[in-house]
C-alpha cells in the first residue's frame, strides 16, 4: 500500500552551484490519520471520508529495513501520480535524499538537496513542508498507544519511495523546510487553489486534496450508477423484444388455428357423413359398437365382420375404406326415423306430439348406437 507522510525542512543552506541543501525530519512514529478510501479503498471496513487513526510503533520506523530505505530516495515537487523509479526518473526527480539517516527523538533525520531552480523557487516562496511517499502494510485492529492513544490500524514493514516537497504537511509543521515557519503560516502557505465545477476555491492543501478525492469518488460512483442503469435499460429493452417476438408466434398460432377451425357447413357435412357411416356398418353387423369409435376403426369393424379378423388385421386404413366401400355399396341401410317411429309405442294418452318427440328421442339414440348397444347386450 502506497501512503504518504509529511515533515519539514530546516537548517536550510545554499551550495555555490546555486543547489539547497538540509538536514530534514521526514517521519515520526505516533499515530497520524487518514482518510478510509486511502486505506481501504475497496470500503470493507471504513466510509470513503470516515478518519482512520494508523499507527506507526517505534520498532517499525526505527527498524534497519526501513531508515536504509530514506537513504537516496528521489526528492519531488508534490507527490507524482506514480511510483518514482528509474523509468520516470527523470520526470518527476528535483533532488535526492543522502545516506546519513539517524534518528532525532521521536523523527527520522536525512540530508536531502534540491537541484530543480523551480522546486527551489518554490520552496523560497513558501512551500517548505516535506510528504514521504512510501510502501506499507497495514494491520487492521483497535488498540491503544503506550501513551493512551486510541488507534484503527497499524502500520508495518516501511519502505521509502521518494521525500516530496508539499505545502501542508500530514505530521504537522515539524516536518518542514527550514524553522522560520514554526508559528503561524501565511496564506500562500496554507492555501492552495482548486477548480470546483469551473468555480475556482483557495483551500488548505491537505483539504484541497480530500475534497479533490471525495470528487474522484463521486464521478467514480456516478460512472458506476450510469452504467448500472444503462445495463438495466439493456435488460429491459431485451424483455421487451422478447415478450413482443412471443406475442407474435402467439398471433400466429391463433390465425393458424382460426383457418383450420371447421365452419358450419363443414360441420353439417361431417355429422351427415358420419351418419351415413353407422348406418351402413350397423346395417352389416348391427353388433358393432359404434359410440365414441373412430371412422376407421368402424369400417375395419365392419370388414372384419364379414371377411375375418385375419383378413382385416393386416390391411392399411385406405385398403380398408376400399373394401367397405365395395362391400356396403349393395347394402341399403334403415331409414333411422323410420326404424325409430316403428320401434316406438304409442303413448297411453295419443297424443301425435307426443309419439313423435318419443321416436325422435329414439331416433337419436340410434345414431350413437345406444340402440344397438342395447339389443347386444
Known amino acids: 500500500m502506497q501512503l504518504h507522510d509529511t515533515l519539514a525542512l530546516d537548517s536550510v543552506r545554499r551550495t555555490t552551484d546555486g543547489y539547497l541543501a538540509a538536514d530534514v525530519r521526514v ?15 475497496k470500503g470493507e471496513r471504513f466510509a470513503a471520508d470516515q478518519i482512520v487513526r494508523v499507527y506507526r510503533p517505534e520498532g517499525e520506523v526505527f527498524n534497519k529495513d526501513a531508515l536504509h530505505s530514506f537513504a537516496h530516495r528521489p526528492v519531488t515537487l508534490d507527490h507524482p501520480s506514480e511510483a518514482v523509479t528509474a523509468d520516470n526518473w527523470r520526470k518527476y526527480a528535483v533532488g535526492q535524499t543522502g545516506d546519513e539517516v539517524a534518528r ?26 516535506l510528504s514521504m511517499g512510501y510502501s506499507t502494510e497495514l494491520r487492521f485492529e483497535d488498540g491503544v498507544t503506550p501513551d493512551g492513544e486510541a488507534y484503527d ?3 508495518t514493514a516501511m519502505k521509502m519511495n521518494h521525500l516530496a516537497v508539499v505545502r501542508r504537511a500530514r505530521g504537522g509543521s515539524d516536518l518542514k523546510i527550514g524553522d522560520d515557519h514554526k508559528g503561524d ?10 477548480v470546483v465545477d469551473g468555480v475556482t476555491v483557495a483551500l488548505p492543501a491537505q483539504d484541497a486534496q480530500i475534497v479533490q478525492r471525495h470528487i474522484a469518488k463521486l464521478e467514480k460512483d456516478a460512472d458506476t450508477a450510469g452504467k448500472a442503469l444503462s445495463d ?14 412471443e406475442i407474435g408466434e402467439l398471433k400466429a398460432k391463433l390465425k393458424d388455428a382460426e383457418d383450420k377451425a371447421v365452419s358450419d357447413e363443414d360441420l353439417d357435412k361431417l355429422v351427415a357423413d358420419r351418419a351415413a357411416l353407422v348406418a351402413s356398418v350397423q346395417a352389416l353387423d348391427s353388433s358393432i359398437e359404434t359410440k365414441g369409435v373412430k371412422d376407421a376403426d368402424l369400417r375395419r369393424a365392419a370388414v372384419a365382420s364379414k371377411y375375418g379378423d385375419d383378413f382385416a388385421k393386416d390391411a392399411s386404413d385406405a385398403e380398408i375404406a376400399g373394401i367397405f366401400k365395395a362391400i356396403a355399396k349393395d347394402v341399403k341401410p334403415a331409414d333411422p326415423l323410420a326404424r325409430a317411429l316403428s320401434d316406438t309405442k304409442p303413448s297411453n294418452d295419443g297424443n301425435p306430439q307426443t309419439v313423435r318427440d318419443a ?9 350413437n348406437g345406444a340402440d344397438d348397444q342395447k339389443e347386444t347386450r
Open 27 to 41: 517521519a515520526r512514529t505516533g499515530i497520524q490519520t487518514y482518510l478510509g478510501i486511502e486505506v481501504d479503498p
Open 232 to 245: 438495466a435499460k439493456d435488460e429491459h429493452d431485451k424483455a421487451i423484444e422478447a415478450k413482443d417476438t
Open 104 to 129: 532525532d527523538g521521536e523523527f527520522v533525520r536525512v540530508p536531502m538537496v534540491l537541484m530543480d531552480a523551480e522546486a527551489i523557487k518554490a520552496v523560497e516562496d513558501g512551500r517548505k513542508e
Open 153 to 155: 490500524a497499524v502500520q
Open 359 to 367: 321416436a325422435h328421442a329414439d331416433y337419436i339414440k340410434r345414431l
Open 185 to 194: 503560516r501565511s496564506m500562500t502557505d496554507r492555501n492552495t487553489s482548486l
